[in-house]
């Protein structure tokens, strides 16, 4: 997926990241975790959005992980989603999917917008 994003969208989804770190520290902190699991794991994120947003996944499945490992990861996720204020992390996620999930997931970390302009693919 090729996603392309301007200063000003990624500044607006920063601002939503951190009301939703403010307002809901918990699922932020579960988010957090998922993030990192990710990244450890080195699977994709557009896995992790399809996962949180109930989407196929496609080609971003990791076909090449054990699958107790997936069914752990997916467990998680649906830790994730079971939080009763999940709703207002999957609006974001739905707002910004064309933002891409790796994009919101570096701006959850603490990544600065200016280093995210652009054009990636996940």
């Known amino acids: 997926m090729v996603a392309i994003s301007s200063i000003e969208q990624l500044k607006t989804l920063q601002a939503d990241l951190e009301k939703l770190k403010e307002v809901h520290p918990g699922l932020f902190t579960q988010w957090i975790h998922l993030v990192n699991l990710t990244r450890q794991l080195q699977f994709k994120h557009h896995f992790m ?10 080609r971003y499945f ?17 830790k994730l989603k079971d939080d009763p204020d999940f709703p207002e992390l999957k ?31 996940a």
Request: hydrophobic share 35%.
């Open 62 to 78: 990791p076909t090449s992980a054990k699958k107790s490992v997936i069914l752990l990861y997916q467990k998680e996720a649906e």
């Open 91 to 121: 609006r974001i996620l739905s707002h910004y999917h064309d933002t891409g999930f790796s994009k919101i997931s570096r701006l959850s970390l603490g990544h600065p917008p200016e280093s995210l302009v652009g054009v990636s693919i």
């Open 49 to 58: 959005g399809s996962l949180l947003l109930d989407e196929e996944p496609g």
